[in-house]
């Protein structure tokens, strides 16, 4: 998915990809009070119904947004949901560009 990185996982159930966000989307989470990739996992959720974790609550450096997610579903529904976090990180990078 372009804007998203990831190192490979290493024996674990969990991977960690950075998300580039777009600066419109950063402000409106510190006017919120919130950190932006809180923003992004919920209107993840809110437009998916996929789930994952933000980053920002496992002590990431300043700057940096993601989140966590497992890999453990069956490769064909990893495949879909891979489709929908492609899908929605190109509709909200559109709407905070």
């Known amino acids: 998915i372009p804007g998203f990185s990831c190192q490979q996982a290493q024996g674990a159930m969990y991977i960690f990809p950075k ?40 002590g990431q450096e300043e700057g940096r947004f993601g989140f966590r997610t497992t890999f453990l579903p069956s490769e064909e529904e990893m495949s879909r949901v ?4 492609r899908k929605h990180d190109e509709e909200f990078c559109a709407r905070f560009d």
Do not use: R, W
Request: charged share 10%; net charge negative; glycine share 12%.
């Open 19 to 58: 998300v580039s966000l777009p600066q419109g989307a950063i402000e409106l989470a510190e006017e919120n009070g919130i950190a932006a990739d809180t923003l992004y996992a919920v209107s993840l959720l809110e437009s998916t119904g996929i789930c994952v974790v933000p980053a920002s609550g496992f």
């Open 82 to 85: 891979v489709v929908g976090m």
